[in-house]
T-cell receptor, first 117, second 109 residues
Framework: GAVVSQHPSWVICKSGTSVKIECRSL??????MFWYRQFPKQSLMLMAT?????????EQGVEKDKFLINHASLTLSTLTVTSAHPEDSSFYIC?????????????FGAGTRLSVL | GQNIDQPTEMTATEGAIVQINCTYQ??????LFWYQQHAGEAPTFLSY????GLEEKGRFSSFLSRSKGYSYLLLKELQMKDSASYLC??????????FGQGTELSVKP
């Protein structure tokens, strides 16, 4: 299957700082990427849909000024957690949709574990 | 609302067969996906169903009944490495993947 690279895999930061997470589709172009959040033993919750060259679409309850998304190219989307607080500690996973074929499969990055002290 | 239900956890024995069920109610239907996720890792794609029936891929098979809003993932000849969380996800009419809570499968020797 296609490869999605997510970096960093693990980050610890102090409360009040900002953290940037990168998501790259390595062997396909992705006009649409997705950002999810996952709490332990819970499902993936969609935070936002990232569209190349335009503004991201945020799910209800997700603060767009808190979670800044930029999708500047067909292979890169970034999520910046601004002024992070301990409650933002979570596992963040990005996903990119491969438009080749009819299945439009979403491939996932390895995830970023964020710990805010 | 949108709802996807699957059992929280299951246990099976190495070499056996296990069936993980998933029922769904979503705003529209554009396909059902099964993913495998090991702890702390990314979900990996297993199967896709959009039409009723069974899709077989090696030791894994997935079944769909759209009229019943039901799917199952069948794992044969279980191996220890199959211990993982299995996620059922439905693509709704808006093109978004809606995930179930995942089924934690433990394979015992």
């Amino acid at each position: 299957g296609a490869v999605v690279s997510q970096h960093p895999s693990w980050v610890i930061c102090k409360s009040g700082t900002s953290v940037k997470i990168e998501c790259r589709s390595l062997d396909f172009q992705a006009t649409t990427m997705f950002w999810y959040r996952q709490f332990p033993k819970q499902s993936l919750m969609l935070m936002a849909t990232s569209n190349e060259g335009s503004k991201a679409t945020y799910e209800q309850g997700v603060e767009k000024d808190k979670f800044l998304i930029n999708h500047a190219s067909l292979t890169l989307s970034t999520l910046t957690v601004t002024s992070a607080h301990p409650e933002d500690s979570s596992f963040y996973i990005c996903s990119a949709r491969d438009l080749k074929g009819t299945k439009n499969i979403q491939y996932f990055g390895a995830g970023t574990r964020l710990s805010v002290l | 609302g949108q709802n996807i239900d699957q059992p929280t956890e299951m246990t099976a024995t190495e070499g056996a067969i296990v069936q993980i069920n998933c029922t769904y109610q979503t705003s529209g239907f554009n396909g059902l996906f099964w993913y495998q996720q090991h702890a702390g890792e990314a979900p990996t794609f297993l199967s896709y169903n959009v039409l009723d029936g069974l899709e077989e891929k090696g030791r894994f098979s997935s079944f769909l009944s759209r009229s019943k809003g039901y799917s199952y993932l069948l794992l044969k000849e279980l191996q220890m490495k199959d211990s993982a969380s299995y996620l059922c996800a439905v693509k709704n009419q808006g093109g978004k993947l809606i995930f179930g809570q995942g089924t934690e499968l433990s394979v015992k020797p």
